[in-house]
């Protein structure tokens, strides 16, 4: 059974960089079948899935087009985690995120951090 | 504005069938497949269908999904009150839509 467990400030002003970080247990960050994801959800948006990293070989990284310019995925194998950068917010960033497993689905979800971007 | 639409709210009495609609286009649900997620409130979304029609283990059989050609369905028979939730549908798309998207979701009211 894999689990993930988020961690990462909640509270931003405009123009910071939001960082948050999953932790995985039961699984491997460099499993070759294995795929990270950030998803958030917010009202006015629903869910909206940001990105993801993965291992086949080497690391890959695909992301959402809404936000491509200013996030990054990064796994840590050192730690078995990966982490979740996005740069430059504002209050449109408000949501919970969810870090979550899957490459054909979202087996596995964290527990979703609230991010709160205001001045 | 999410790219599957779903009716924003569904309800039904215990014991009955309520089926919940997702529509797309053939860039997403026309050409790959629908998975469903079900979020009880305050929770996390958990995995309810995939590839259409198939249940993890542990998601009992009252719950059932089918796809066809750009939409796709999710059906509950025997409505308990522990149903009542939010649930999303999501499928690949192709286009610069994607490569993940999502519906709307539809709260589901257990009368």
């Known amino acids: 059974q894999v689990q993930l467990q988020q961690s990462g400030p909640g509270l931003l002003k405009p123009s910071q960089t939001l960082s948050l970080t999953c932790a995985i247990s039961?699984?491997?960050?460099?499993?070759?079948?294995?795929?990270w994801n950030w998803i958030r959800q917010s009202p006015s948006r629903g869910l909206e899935w940001l990105g993801r990293?993965?291992?086949?070989?080497?690391?890959?990284?695909d992301y959402a087009v809404s936000v491509k310019s200013r996030i990054l995925i990064n796994p840590d194998t050192s730690k078995n985690q990966f982490s979740l950068q996005l740069n430059s917010v504002t209050p449109e960033d408000t949501a919970v995120y969810y870090c979550?497993?899957?490459?054909?689905?979202?087996?596995?979800w964290g527990q979703g951090t609230l991010v709160t971007v205001s001045s | 504005q999410s790219v599957l639409t779903q009716p924003p709210s569904a309800s039904g009495a215990p014991g009955q069938r309520v089926t919940i609609s997702c529509s797309g286009s053939s860039s997403n649900i026309g050409s790959n497949t629908v998975n469903w997620y079900q979020q009880l409130p305050g929770t996390a979304p958990k995995l309810l269908i995939y590839n259409n029609n198939q249940r993890p283990s542990g998601v009992p059989d009252r719950f059932s999904g089918s796809k066809s050609g750009t939409s796709a369905s999710l059906a509950i028979s025997g409505l308990q009150s522990e149903d009542e939730a939010d649930y999303h549908c999501?499928?690949?798309?192709?286009?610069?839509?994607?490569?993940?998207?999502f519906g709307g979701g539809t709260k589901l009211t257990v009368l």
């Open positions: 039961g699984d491997s960050v460099s499993g070759n079948s294995a795929a």
């Open positions: 999501a499928a690949w798309d192709d286009s610069l839509n994607g490569p993940w998207v």
């Open positions: 990293t993965y291992f086949r070989s080497k690391w890959y990284n």
């Open positions: 979550a497993s899957g490459e054909i689905r979202f087996d596995y």
